[in-house]
């Protein structure tokens, strides 16, 4: 027999290192001679997309297509740190440095333009790769060659920047403190399950998600990272166990420590919650990990509504499942 | 043929193959689709001296149906036989348990043969076939033996294969037009999962569909080899379904087997979904075997 069941979650997560360690991002953008605009960063793109999210910060700010951006990705002879892809730090921390490394650019392009225009920043627009009198919007000229024009006094039209942004030690005593952590990421999950109860296992039918994420730079890429959260939320719930006899490891392999496959994937409604609310570039904030974290105890009261039983240890494995079936039934007795 | 190490055969006719075995077979691999093998020794493949490849036997990849019986080769994948036409119409839980092994990948490479000689506990095509009633043809160069399929195994990864035999044939009797069957795999995932307990069970009538002619549930995962639970059959045969008490069939059944706690369940946990599993497909199976009489009543 199957038996339905829903449940919520609702977490909150402060990102980056946060508690006063030290941690900052540095990214720097110049121009190519093939028409081409390049950024520097060391952010370890890993699947996340952090990469995809620094090109369309940079078209942004500098007015530009994204296919006009080139990535110099991390290497000790070309670029410097922009820390861990870890704590969720990524998008916050690097974004903001190419954020501000383009805006520094945008004010040096304004400044050798000025010059060459004769001219002052609020009459000077950019658009497309060309930097223009607002009111003589034919009269223009290119990044590449204003670029050229600055090489050839001598000087280069480059900008570099980094973000570095300060946390707090929360008090030792209370625990609380001002800024502990650059921001905070809110979710709500619900999860639809459906127990088996003639074998215990469970099938995770539905997520639906709630993300406060501040602004979504790239919405897919967002669910992308929700969606994929959840599923190592679900292994968290359902399978994953490191099974230990005597100080070995019985399970270290991926035969015998499962994850879930595609097969066991849910469906998955998503809504982006953007209050643009942080310091984030464009008030972004981090989905890595929050994602994850209330998939498993969404799951855990779905099995309870559908059950009537709490687990209080994970993964609820379908051995845990039957023998709480048998006890309950045997309480009825 | 030469003797020398990493001797690798490829032969296009069975004879061919036989020769070799019966010159090389202690020393050389039988290698199928490779999926079990390759992962077995994956990092030591320089054990292996040679290889009697299976690929080119055209033989062993047809399914041929006569008045009787289904002859299987050996080479036939996963995905051949759960797609077969014929396998579906006669021996659906046959097509179910190939539908459900590993992943589409392994399914396209594994075959029916492989899985049998591989003899695992938890080989996803041993239960149904030993319910089924298959036979195998084991053939050596001097001389062809069939065999029920259960007394093939003696125990987990082992068998009565000699280095000389090669398995070339699985043989279903085709079933009576009143037949059915269940299967029920139990695994902690959807996919990829090496079965935690599975069971299957067929149960044929007579001509009339009212009394029960033959019975057989055969489990695996729970014992060394896959385990025909013969007291069910005195429990069914000769009666009708009405006569039959399903708790206590799935009790008998819990009762007779005794497995281990391992990776992927405890003793514990198995004897309880035995029990349940038993159930669910008697339960299946009378409601098939209802839905069939309806018309008539």
Partial sequence: MKRFGRGIATIMFGFGYGEGFPDYSVASIEFAEDNKILVRTAAADVGQGVLTVVVQIAAEVLKVSPEVIRIIPGDTHLTKNAGSSSATRQTFFTGNAVKNAAQALLSNIYHYASIEFRSNYAELSVKGGYVFRVDQPNNKISFWELAQKVKEKGEILRAEASFFPRTNKPNPETGRGEKVYVAYTFVTQIAEVEVDTITGNVQVLKIYTAADIGKAINPQNVEGQIEGGAMQGIGMALMEEQVLKDGVTLNANLTDYLIPTAMDMPQFETCLIEKEDSDGPFGAKGIGEPGTIATAPAIANAIFDAIGIRFYDLPITPDKILKALKEQKDKKL | ?297
Wanted: with cysteine; proline share 6%; hydrophobic share 40%.
């Fill in chain 2, 1 to 297: 043929m030469k003797n020398q190490e990493g001797q690798y055969f490829s032969p296009q006719q069975i004879p061919e193959a036989l020769e070799i075995l019966s010159k090389y077979g202690k020393e050389i691999k039988i290698i199928a689709g490779g999926s079990d093998l390759l992962v077995q020794y994956h990092d030591r493949l320089y054990e292996i001296a040679g290889w009697l490849d299976l690929k080119n036997l055209t033989e062993l990849k047809k399914i041929e149906l006569n008045s009787s019986e289904v002859s299987i080769g050996a080479m036939i994948t996963h995905s051949q036989l759960e797609k077969s036409p014929q396998i579906k119409n006669y021996f659906p839980i046959l097509s179910r348990a190939a539908a459900e092994i590993g992943s589409p990948q392994i399914r396209n490479r594994g075959t029916i043969g492989g899985n049998i000689v591989n003899a695992s506990p938890a080989g996803d095509l041993l239960s149904p076939l030993i319910a089924y009633e298959a036979k195998l043809v084991l053939l050596s160069s001097d001389e062809k033996n069939i065999i029920p399929a259960e007394q093939f195994f003696t125990g987990p990864k082992k068998t009565i294969l000699k280095p000389n035999q090669l398995l070339t044939q699985i043989i279903l009797p085709l079933p009576p037009q009143n037949c059915y069957s269940s299967w029920v795999k139990v695994g902690k995932r959807k996919a990829l999962a090496i079965s935690t307990i599975a069971l299957a069970m067929v149960v044929k009538m007579s001509e009339d569909n009212q009394i029960i002619q033959g019975a057989k549930v055969c489990l695996s995962s729970i014992a060394p080899t896959p385990l025909e639970i013969k007291e069910v059959r005195e429990e069914m045969i000769g009666k009708t379904f009405s006569q039959v008490n399903f708790t206590k069939l799935a009790q008998l059944v819990e009762d007779k087997i005794s497995p281990i706690d391992d990776i992927r369940g405890t003793k514990e946990y198995r004897k309880e979904v035995a029990r349940r599993i038993m159930i669910h497909c008697l339960e299946e199976i009378y409601s098939c075997w209802r839905d069939k009489c309806l018309p008539i009543n």
